[in-house]
């Protein structure tokens, strides 16, 4: 666990640095608090310890501007002064607890503990998980009740994966939590830790108990957990845990890929406990029978490149190559390197890689060069010729056409299913109808469907129903949900809406009226999927891209045909681009270059796939604007860590440009543009929409009396309070000067005033403390107008709403 020291006198600083280090706490220290305030907005820290009388910036003001600027990380306060004003001052500003000097190293000790213990979710003093058992008070760890010795960072490694059982954790996330700015170490050093502390719980009979998760790091595994306490069904971190339950795990070598975006949302992000845990079907054979399928599939372009190369050997033998035979050979070898290590056929990369470089150099072949060729030629064939034979012994899988949207059903409606299928076959799109719940939590353990119609009545179990629609709205990206349900009652309404369904039909439907609202959501949500374009001229590259890609939530569109490059790049605008390198008629490097030279599509993250290491080329790729480049054959790991850091680079300077700094919502200019598509879709499926606006009042005279800070307070308080309430869909944002602004779909003036109550008496139990302790209350302005009937523009809707402000006291 990290802490974040702030202590200006030196000895005290000393002796409390050395008090934490004993008990295995990574530690920063620091002397003022300005330097305070800039290490806790470079890292995370699980616990602050500020001293009070701090020079540039004070602990008490310190504290303030955290919590002011969201920060929620436990803050421990020390001070020499025996005040309860002081105390109270502290504890208003934020802190959790406070100590006063001189300090007590035991209860410090025990204060720290149970700080970093509460958290976001209850924790008890003793980590166990089966028959291992970590006590931070005396700093042992146990398994079946035998002393394990650990280093201490392989202690710090263990009480992490303790305390965060579902979270995956990077090298770098790891490197963040247990290292110091003074001694970073590099990623190679954790990969070693790991090593060292599974190895000593496999002694100790904890075998695989910490995983890797295919491309994102390593995570506690409950999965294994469970399966090693014999007839136990569940594995908890106490009995007093209650009914936290776990987060299935699967086996994840390369199955790792069909894990879901969703499931890196952090620490702590945890689901009910499953009553059933049994798969559809074994993860990892599915992707390797899709190789398989794949090898199959592109069997005879495997061949056709294999007798080019045996032409040359031919040639070689009867002393008849010719140029163009040598530079044709070369490129087939070109593309063999590419492709065979995908499906595990590193020899076989080496092989081509070793043909391509001897026919690539300059000037006649020797003697010696053109016997080592027929020998790499004759080994490459044996090894293609086997892989074939060991496909073919395999069972047959059909590959499964490509879908480029994927529908599910949780419905026992059969003929609802079958009718909604026969409606978009003609579509390239695929329903998948699961019958019950239990079945339906299993698959999307795995899967992030674009939409999922949920049938609550007629499926039994409302609470767990609720329970899965609250989880899909708010995967990332969500996964829009389409409830069905007996009455159409608005207390129904406005209970699906706050667990976030994106649509409403009343039973009994048609398969015809499901289809329509599946459709208008499709068209509302398709902006949150993340899309892909590779654009490649080898058919099994792009065909070996997808299994890798689509099951983290990504969509992939494969080109061949660079000719054809900028009419699909304008019309799928995809989040992110891969560019091969060599490509007939127009490279990689030139289709860069022209993408860079345009407005539109200057910032698009792109990554380069190449069979070339050598540095020349790897110069020219990025002197072109990539952002990255992985050598092939392409390791799936290797790949979608590049590509998931790719893409929180360009969301984090695409959210600089449109959201608020200080709230986090959308700014003006972007709600705008929201509220206009909004609009747009509205008018198009003749459905109403109504903006709110919602105002702090007097909100300048709050910022002359308690301070901006306070005011920020406020709006920062009021941002989360409105993103947890408006979390299905809707268009949220802060215009300024006190004012936020939500626009609504699909429901009137009348459903959305009902809906408001709730979240307009939250606002109104709100209590804030200024720097001076005077505690007051905020009241709210609110209004609503509606579209069509108020106004036809945002502008006239923003019109008519500031014409009946009401006042919420």
């Known amino acids: 666990m990290r802490i974040l020291l702030i202590e200006d006198e030196e000895i005290l600083a000393s002796v409390l640095l050395k008090s934490l280090i004993k008990q295995h706490y990574v530690v920063d220290v620091v002397q003022d608090g300005q330097m305070g305030w800039e290490y806790t907005q470079s890292t995370n820290y699980d616990l602050l310890l500020i001293d009070v009388g701090l020079p540039k910036l004070d602990g008490i003001t310190l504290c303030q501007r955290l919590r002011s600027n969201g920060c929620f990380t436990p803050i421990l306060l020390m001070t020499a ?114 090593k060292y502390l599974r190895q000593k719980l496999k002694a100790a009979g904890a075998v695989d108990w910490i995983e890797n998760v295919y491309g994102l790091g390593y995570r506690l595994n409950p999965g294994r957990v469970a399966e090693g306490q014999g007839s136990s069904t569940s594995t908890t971190l106490s009995d007093r845990r209650g009914a936290e339950g776990q987060r299935g795990s699967t086996s994840l070598r390369d199955a790792a890929r069909t894990t879901t975006l969703s499931d890196r949302r952090g620490a702590g992000e945890q689901g009910e406990e499953e009553k059933s845990r049994i798969p559809n079907r074994d993860v990892e054979q599915q992707f390797q029978q899709a190789m398989g399928g794949l090898w199959k599939q592109y069997q005879g372009l495997m061949v056709q490149r294999l007798t080019v190369l ?47 470089q001897i026919l690539g150099k300059d000037g006649d072949l020797s003697v010696s060069e053109k016997r080592q060729l027929l020998t790499l030629i004759e080994d490459l064939g044996n090894l293609i010729n086997l892989m074939g034979e060991k496909v073919d012994n395999q069972t047959n899988t059909a590959i499964a056409p490509e879908i480029s949207t994927r529908l599910v059903l949780i419905d026992p409606n059969l003929q609802l299913g079958s009718q909604l299928q026969q409606l978009v076959e003609c579509m390239g799109i695929c329903w998948q109808q699961i019958s019950n719940l239990e079945d339906a939590k299993n698959f999307l353990q795995t899967t992030s469907p674009d939409l999922v119609v949920l049938n609550i009545d007629d499926i039994g179990w409302r609470k767990e129903s609720l329970a899965l629609l609250s989880d899909l709205a708010t995967r990332t990206p969500p996964v829009p949900v389409l409830v069905l349900a007996a009455t159409d009652e608005l207390v129904e309404r406005v209970t699906f809406a706050q667990y976030g369904a994106r649509g409403f039909l009343v039973k009994p439907v048609t398969a015809a009226q499901v289809w329509d609202v599946s459709s208008q959501i499709l068209q509302r949500t398709r902006s949150l999927r993340v899309n892909i374009l590779a654009v490649d001229d080898d ?76 540095m020349e080329i790897v110069q020219q790729v990025f002197a072109v604007g990539a952002d990255d480049y992985v050598i092939k054959p392409v390791v799936g790991a290797e790949l979608l860590a590049r590509i998931t850091h790719r893409l929180e680079r360009s969301r984090l300077l695409q959210s600089l440009s449109t959201k608020d700094p200080l709230t986090g919502l959308a700014n003006q200019f972007q709600s705008n543009r929201d509220l206009q598509h909004l609009i747009a879709q509205a008018e198009k499926n003749q459905q109403s929409v109504c903006l709110i606006i919602l105002s702090v009042t007097d909100f300048r005279q709050i910022n002359i009396k308690y301070g901006h800070q306070v005011g920020n307070q406020v709006l920062q308080r009021w941002s989360r309070l409105f993103q947890s309430a408006f979390c299905s869909g809707e268009v949220v944002g802060y215009w300024g000067n006190g004012e936020f602004v939500v626009g609504v779909s699909g429901l009137t003036k009348t459903e959305v005033n009902h809906r408001l109550s709730e979240i307009l008496t939250t606002l109104r139990q709100q209590i804030f403390t200024a720097f001076d ?28 709403a500031a014409g009946g402000n009401i006042v919420l006291g």
């Open 81 to 194: 002064k025996d005040g309860s004003r002081e105390r109270i001052q502290g504890l208003d500003a934020g802190a959790d607890d406070y100590l006063i000097k001189p300090l007590d190293l035991e209860e410090l000790q025990a204060r720290i503990r149970a700080l970093i213990r509460r958290g976001d979710r209850p924790c008890t003093p003793i980590l166990e998980v089966g028959s291992l058992r970590l006590d931070p008070s005396s700093c042992e760890v146990t398994y079946n009740n035998k002393l394990l010795e650990l280093t201490a960072k392989e202690y710090s490694l263990l009480e992490l994966f303790l305390r965060n059982p579902s979270r995956v954790f990077s090298r770098g996330d790891i490197i963040e939590h247990l290292w110091t700015f003074d001694d970073p170490p590099q990623e190679e050093t954790v990969k070693s830790h790991i």
């Open 310 to 356: 045996q032409e040359l050997a031919a040639a070689l033998s009867g002393k008849t190559l010719t140029r163009e035979l040598r530079q044709s050979a070369e490129r087939e070898a070109h593309k063999l390197a590419g492709v065979l290590g995908m499906f595990e056929q590193d020899n076989g990369t080496l092989l081509a890689r070793e043909i391509e």
């Open 539 to 614: 058919p099994l590259i792009l065909a070996a891209l997808r299994p890798m890609l689509e099951p983290w939530g990504m969509r992939m569109t494969g080109l061949e045909n660079p000719l054809r490059f900028w009419e699909v790049l304008q019309s799928t605008k995809p989040d992110l681009l891969i560019l091969d390198v060599e490509m007939p008629h127009i490279n990689g490097i030139e289709l860069c270059r022209a993408v860079r030279t345009d407005p539109q599509w200057q910032e698009l993250p792109i990554v380069f796939l190449t069979a070339h290491r050598e």
């Open 773 to 800: 302790g005077d505690r007051f209350q905020v009241i709210c302005n609110f209004t609503v107008a509606e579209y069509p009937n108020d106004g036809l523009t945002i502008q006239s809707l923003y019109q008519a």
